[in-house]
């Protein structure tokens, strides 16, 4: 059923039988009907959502965005809750206890069974953002003694209560990661064979307390389903699956957005957000970038008897301002995405600086020629020679700061999605102004 389809009957259940379209959005998926959900009201979507089979609640109720979840949460009956919170993921769940009030938290965890609490409990424990706090301890495991019958057969056990058996990992008595095994290999190899010998070694295992973002790359690197996530003693301790590395690179790529067009992080989504927090992700950057602007405005008074002299300059004031302003920008973007990738590291701005400086030499000369014909037209000779001259340097100016003010940010451990193009650009367009109007000051000025 198409997408609008799923969001005409959510509507229709606002005025209509409740329970009768709630039986005919069964068959449709659990994320387009959660999509649907999210344009409503929180009490219209628990009338609609209250209508579904128990497990199907929690699958409708994971694809929620979390705030959304947190808004449901507080008009849900505490025993509807605590069904949905046994029925979804270990780290989903923990992420929607972190978003409950004390008072939440205290009326919902004595409904839920002991293993249950603690395993939450552990999982919210986590600082935010670290590989621990994004893992779930719903994963399979096996003992290296094991033979490939016997393993599939625990498998087939665990399969209903883990979030993926495609790659069960090898640990010992104490839990120590020895390896991973594929369930591919256990299903085609003898039923004799252990698991010590099926198993693979290299697991990209990667530390409790790593970045969330590490943990997203080394999965995208290597290409595999899920990550394990071991302690300080190398015991395994939970597992990061792609689909929840999807969503930090997902999360991760707004934010450098958000930043490239100086916006602070928005605590929501556009679509859910308020006017006040609007205005406040925005309101910082601009007032900032206002006073930055002033300098354009000084340099250009300082070189007014210039000006006045040949008013022919003005003309040309704002290709050159863009000018350079465009190709900060274009760098900037090309570093900041490198960065952020892993492509060029901070030690890697020698080599990039010097073939940036080539680039943009190129593109200078040609921009230059480019305008020079009109500056023949519009002031002649030496006008046109300033207008080149500018040029070559103005580009070569803007793109060497939006190449180098990544790495400064990266340098002193700041987002180097900060040099966003609004503040390249500012930067730019004094540096162009000063340059523009020296130029013309030492050449119009010769006898």
Known sequence: MPESKVHELVSLSFNDDVRENSVSLANEHPADIAAALQQTEPAHAWSILREAAKPWQADIFGYLALDFQAQLATIMPRADLATIFMEMNADDRADL?????????????????????????????????????????DYASLSPQLNAKQAI?????????????????????????????????????????????????????????????????????YDVIALPVIDAQERLVGIITHDDALDVMEAEATEDFQRLGTVTKLDSSVATATVPMLYRARIAWLMLLVFGNIFSGAGIAHFEDTIAAHLALMFFLPILIASGGNAGSQSATLMVRA??????????????LGRELVVAILLGLSMAAAIAVIGVFRGGPDIAIVIALSMVVIVIAGSMIGMLLPFILSRFNMDPATASTPLVTSIADATGVLVYFSIAKAILSLP
Do not use: C, F
Request: net charge negative.
């Open 97 to 137: 206890y972190k978003k409950l009030t004390d008072e939440q938290r205290e009326a919902l965890m004595p409904a839920l069974a002991q293993a249950e609490r603690e395993d939450i409990r552990q999982l919210a424990a986590y600082e935010e953002g670290t590989a621990g706090a994004l893992m779930t301890s």
């Open 153 to 221: 057969e625990m498998l087939r056990h665990e399969a209903p209560n883990k979030e993926t058996i495609y790659r069960a990992y090898v640990v010992d008595g104490e839990r120590h990661l020895l390896g991973s095994v594929r369930l591919q290999d256990l299903i085609t190899a003898h039923g004799d064979v252990k698991v010590a010998d099926l198993m693979e070694r290299n697991t990209h295992a990667i530390p409790v307390n790593a970045d969330v973002e590490d943990a997203a790359r080394k999965i995208a690197r």
């Open 339 to 352: 960065l952020a990738t892993g492509d060029i590291r901070i030690s890697d701005w020698g080599r990039v």
